[in-house]
């Protein structure tokens, strides 16, 4: 989720509904999108209840507090399960599809500035009492000056990694958030102590935030829409004595997406055909099974060479069809269906193209089963969370989009109509089951009446379908 540390990387924020998205610009292109509504989050710990052991998967499922029961492996927890027994555990990997989360009893408590390990014994494979330095920490008269504070601060039962955002932080501040940390692993301790029901004994930050923060500590250009984002994140940085002339706040008359043609982006990446630069286009098909991608070079460039203009066409697909994986979130299997190429070099420099174009994710989260007798790609890429069209549309079968996508469409909408506007008192029409997630206290009317001056008032429309609304000025 890094957003990395480039000087063409920047973050543009959407904050102004019941959810962040956030937008990953990479050299001028839209290159990542996550969406956060809230929720259950990776490294999130709990106190949960062993319902069932799996001996055929080498698992036990566990019962939590507000999600789905996850998959704890035998080997990811020290000693024997049994059933109706208390474990702390923390969430490796978030549910989706309908896959609960996996688990993991090997708990790394994530602060800003670094990960406590602490329940890891000296016997464990290279970690208990360890502390890990960034590797880009080159100065060895400051890795000393840390290694002689850790290893004074930390217990032979504890590890630490510190992230490389923290190596220039004073003692205090560092001794400060190890504190915190540990104070997270004794809440754990007090609960399993003593059991009543299963519960969250410690809520991390989402992968949203984790991104958001590490990139503005960083010095990253950070664009927000959003008063109460853009205020949080400033408290930050100043917090820490950093300059905040990277985090810039975004006050146009025009939504910030709407602003950098982000939408325009997003609607694209949710349509079956992508054009290339310089003619061509792909064809991305997802189904449960399989992602089908077929390459297409009607209206590329002419070349009399048709073997030339193949190839051509072919590593212009390379680098859009990583993109749009990483920018939809697909993964599992992706059958690609490049133009026909009649040499073995041809065919390597495509591999070769792909392999350059994901970078960082060949080093695990992808590989290549490489060409087939037909002439087809395939690869698997690691699933990371839900794809960008369920998130952007819901989960229903039919069109209409869930009450959660709906309310935040409709909120996004009457900002935008009304930011450019007149103020004044306005009546909102919406269905019936939005005026109530519209109604007085909730977290939606205080977004409205920050943005509008007061909040609308509201009528059902029983002739509105769930995401449509009227705005009419009283």
Partial sequence: MMAGGTETDRLLIDAVACERRIALIRNDRLARLWIDRGGPARFDIHLGRVSKILPEMAAAMVVLDGVADGLLPFDRIDGP????????????RLGFEDKGPKLTGRIAIEGLGMILRPNEHPTDAKRGGLVELPRKLKDENRRAVLMTLFKGLIAREEG????SLAIDWDDGALAGELGQLRAVWKRAQAAL?????????????SDADQLIERHVMAGGECIVDGSDEFVRLRGLLRARGLDDAHLIRHDG???LFDDQDIEDDIATALQPRVPLPGGGWIAIEQTTALCAIDVNAGGSDSDNDQARRAEQVNLRAAPEIVRQLQLRNIGGLVVIDPLRMAGKA???RFETALRDAFGPEMSGAVQFGGFTRLGLFELTRQRGGIALVDLMQGRLPDPMPTRTVALNFVLRSVIRD?????????????SKDLVADLAPGSHGQQILERAMGMAPELAADESLSRADYRLEKL
């Fill in 193 to 205: 102590a003593s059991p009543a029901m299963p519960v969250v004994v410690f809520k991390a930050l």
């Fill in 160 to 163: 630490i990694t510190l992230r």
């Fill in 418 to 430: 009304t930011r450019s506007g007149q103020g004044g008192r306005y009546r909102l029409y919406l």
């Fill in 81 to 92: 399960l049994h059933e109706g027994q208390w474990v702390i555990v923390q969430i490796s």
């Fill in 253 to 255: 008359a025009r939504l």
């Fill in 346 to 348: 041809s065919r390597d």
